[in-house]
């Protein structure tokens, strides 16, 4: 499974590095339009592949905070699970030292 994840995270980085060295092209990126905004809110002079990453890179950290907001209530959940594990956990030992631990674990029936 290590090997495979190498493999894939290898292809991935190549396909990332082509990517770059394919759109090494200057570009200016307007963060407003320029018509209601004028020029101050762009950056002049960046490289394609730049403005390509960064928008991949958005991409992820957005699509890891959505999911990451979503499976609160899976976390919240097992939280209180753990918790309650832990308590009824807490609550067998105690009987458990209260009637004492017997080693065969045997009902005592009295002989008549």
Do not use: C, W
């Not at 097992?78 to 594990?85: F, S, T, V, Y």
């Not at 832990?86 to 029936?109: F, H, M, S, W």
Request: proline share 4%; no cysteine; net charge positive.
């Amino acid at each position: 499974m290590q090997t495979i994840k190498l493999i894939v995270l290898g292809l991935l980085a190549a396909a990332l590095i082509a990517l770059g060295v394919a759109n090494m092209a200057v570009v200016d990126l307007y963060l407003l339009p320029a018509k209601l905004f004028g020029e101050s809110y762009s950056i002049k002079g960046i490289p394609l592949a730049v403005v390509i990453m960064a928008a991949v890179l958005m991409g992820i950290l957005a699509g890891q905070m959505i999911e990451y907001l979503r499976e609160h209530k899976i976390r919240r959940g097992a939280g209180q699970n753990r918790r309650e594990i832990a308590q009824l956990r807490n609550e067998v030992t105690r009987l458990k030292a209260k009637l004492g631990d017997d080693e065969d674990d045997l009902p005592r029936i009295p002989a008549i």
